[in-house]
Antibody, heavy 120, light 112 residues
Framework: EVQLVESGGGLVQPGGSLRLSCEVS????????MSWVRQAPGKGLEWVAN????????YYVDSVKGRFTISRDSAMNSLHLQMNSLRAEDTAVYYC?????????????WGQGTLVTVSS | DIVMTQTPLSSPVTLGQPASISCRSS???????????LSWLQQRPGQPPRLLIY???NRFPGVPDRFSGSGAGTDFTLKISRVEVEDVGFYFC?????????FGQGTKLEIK
């Protein structure tokens, strides 16, 4: 069974940092691109970042470029998001999502999410 | 960036009746490889999103056949043939033809 479990969310002050993690199981992690997608409270979905299967290609939405870094650890079957210089507008539930390998270009499995609150 | 616009934003539906959600993109979603990477997600209350439809009209495994997708170019539609209680929640269209990946604002499906 495919499982993605996020952790690391919490309350942080503006300008602070946080590192999110996503532990995966039930599939061969190194075969898949992975993504982070966020959802502000009561709002819609926003793609944050993608990383390719071996971590050599990374893509970000403009609003987080230079502040967030996506990475992966294949030995630990984990995906990470290092978030620096956090702003109030980064407050959201952050979902880890798997990109399919069938050429459909979709998020085929999602974690339950971890809440990040940026507030003083 | 490609803007995805959904209508309606709220859809009260009677149980057993059909429902339809439209999604329009600000530019064509036809990729240079000839595919159109438009998909639909469902988000039930308190749950993460779940993939329903990929590449316009293909149901993801396990998705009931009362869900169907159609469209081309910039105009797409998700239809539910007979709404059931478990269909309550938000529906999002999303495109993966071009970075950044973008989503529609979401349509809230509720029972009358």
């Amino acid at each position: 069974e495919v499982q993605l479990v996020e952790s690391g969310g919490g309350l942080v002050q503006p300008g602070g940092s946080l590192r999110l993690s996503c532990e995966v199981s039930g599939f061969t992690f190194s075969n898949y691109w992975m993504s982070w997608v966020r959802q502000a409270p009561g709002k819609g979905l926003e793609w944050v970042a993608n990383i390719n299967h071996d971590g050599t290609d990374k893509y970000y939405v403009d609003s987080v470029k230079g502040r967030f870094t996506i990475s992966r650890d294949s030995a630990m079957n984990s995906l990470h998001l290092q978030m620096n210089s956090l702003r109030a507008e980064d407050t959201a539930v952050y979902y880890c999502a798997r990109r399919d390998t069938s050429g459909w270009k979709v998020f085929d499995y999602w974690g339950q999410g971890t809440l990040v609150t940026v507030s003083s | 960036d490609i803007v995805m616009t959904q209508t309606p934003l709220s859809s009260p539906v009677t149980l057993g009746q059909p429902a339809s959600i439209s999604c329009r993109s600000s530019q064509s979603l036809v990729h240079s490889d000839g595919n159109t990477y438009l998909s639909w997600l469902q988000q039930r209350p308190g749950q993460p999103p779940r993939l329903l439809i990929y590449k316009i009209s293909n149901r993801f495994p396990g998705v009931p056949d009362r869900f169907s997708g159609s469209g081309a170019g910039t105009d797409f539609t998700l239809k539910i043939s007979r709404v059931e209680v478990e269909d309550v929640g938000f529906y999002f269209c999303t495109q993966a033809t071009q970075l950044p990946l973008t989503f529609g604002q979401g349509t809230k499906l509720e029972i009358k």
